[in-house]
């Protein structure tokens, strides 16, 4: 098994820049893409960000892109979540989601095809 641990959720302001961090631990080995998910109460859950097991291949939803940055270091099984520019849409309780799925050079974006999810961190934008 693999637990997952997300931190740096809070309550910031339109403008403002956040990091989160999700922290893995247990069968490590087995986890291969990572991804950030983020879900408000009326919606589904959202993929926002996801990268490869090498760190390579990042993607981002296009509500994000150019403002969030994913990275990975694996030495610390470690995902990064590097927000900018925040915006009052962006409040949501954000996830860090493993998946066993994806080689070296990909990510898959549906949330199903993640095995293990963390207990999700609040981020409130005020405008």
């Known amino acids: 098994q693999v637990q997952l641990a997300e931190s740096g959720g809070g309550l910031v302001q339109a403008g403002d820049s956040l990091r989160l961090s999700c922290a893995a631990s247990?069968?490590?080995?087995?986890?291969?893409?990572m991804a950030w998910f983020r879900q408000i109460p009326t919606k589904e859950r959202e993929f926002v960000a996801g990268?490869?097991?090498?760190?390579?291949?990042?993607g981002y939803s296009d509500a994000v892109e150019g403002r969030f940055t994913i990275s990975r270091d694996n030495a610390k099984n470690t995902v990064y979540l590097q927000m900018s520019s925040l915006k009052p849409e962006d409040t949501a309780v954000y996830y860090c989601?493993?998946?066993?799925?994806?080689?070296?050079?990909?990510?898959?974006?549906?949330?199903?095809?993640?095995?293990?999810w963390g207990q999700g961190t609040q981020i409130t934008v005020s405008s």
């Open positions: 989601a493993g998946s066993l799925l994806g080689a070296d050079s990909n990510y898959p974006r549906p949330g199903r095809l993640y095995s293990y």
């Open positions: 990268i490869s097991r090498n760190g390579v291949s990042t």
């Open positions: 247990g069968r490590t080995s087995s986890v291969n893409a």
